[in-house]
Structures are given as C-alpha cells and as structure tokens.
Nanobody, 123 residues
Framework: QVQLVEAGGGLVQAGGSLRLSCAAS????????MGWFRQAPGKEREFVATVSWSAGSTYYAGSVKGRFTISRDNAKNTVYLQMNSLKPEDTAIYYC????????????????WGQGTQVTVSS
C-alpha cells in the first residue's frame, strides 16, 4: 500500500512558478515509478510527467517540456513537480500517482493516487 498526499497548489499569475510536492507513506516507495497528472474542467485526466524509482528515466508531456521538472527524494519519500513559466492553460487539479511499471505516461498503469491539489494560473 502507498498513500500519497499532494501539497503546493495555489493561485499564481501567468509566468510565475509553483512547486508541488507529493509525500508518500509506505516502505516500498523507492520501488515505484512516480507520476504527475492533471485534469482541467471538462477534460479527461492527462499525463504531465513521470520519474522512475531510481530517477534514471523521466518523461514529460510535450506541453510542459522545458517548463516543468519532476524529481524525487527517496530519502524523504517525496516527489516534486517544479512548474515554471506557468500559463493559464496549465490550470487544473494536479494529481500525484504511483505505478509498479517503469516511467510510464499511461494513466492506467498507476494504481495509487493522491487527492489532488488545485493549480490556478491567471492571465
């Protein structure tokens, strides 16, 4: 079992930055791929970024590549999403998730999910 709790969401002006964190409980945290997904109003949940358990593999959605950075600190059982140059279209609820598969962008591969944290980017 893995329990995930996100934090760091909020309201920010376009061009600003936020850093999301996801704290995980469970002794097997380091064996899981971690991912970030987001869901905007009226849209399906979409992939944002993922990092393997060893941090050796990362993937990003094309819409965030170059602006967002995913990282993990296994000693703290925490994964982060640094979001820079935020745009209004980044507005969504952001979810942290854990998968037994290696660095995957597919939502169906993730079995544990956090409650989500709201990110709102104003123009």
């Amino acid at each position: 079992q893995v329990q995930l709790v996100e934090a760091g969401g909020g309201l920010v002006q376009a061009g600003g930055s936020l850093r999301l964190s996801c704290a995980a409980s469970g002794r097997t945290f380091t064996s899981y791929t971690m991912g970030w997904f987001r869901q905007a109003p009226g849209k399906e949940r979409e992939f944002v970024a993922t990092v393997s358990w060893s941090a050796g593999s990362t993937y990003y959605a094309g819409s965030v590549k170059g602006r967002f950075t995913i990282s993990r600190d296994n000693a703290k059982n925490t994964v982060y999403l640094q979001m820079n140059s935020l745009k209004p279209e980044d507005t969504a609820i952001y979810y942290c998730a854990a998968s037994k598969f290696d660095a995957t962008r597919y939502v169906g591969a993730y079995e544990y999910w956090g409650q989500g944290t709201q990110v709102t980017v104003s123009s």
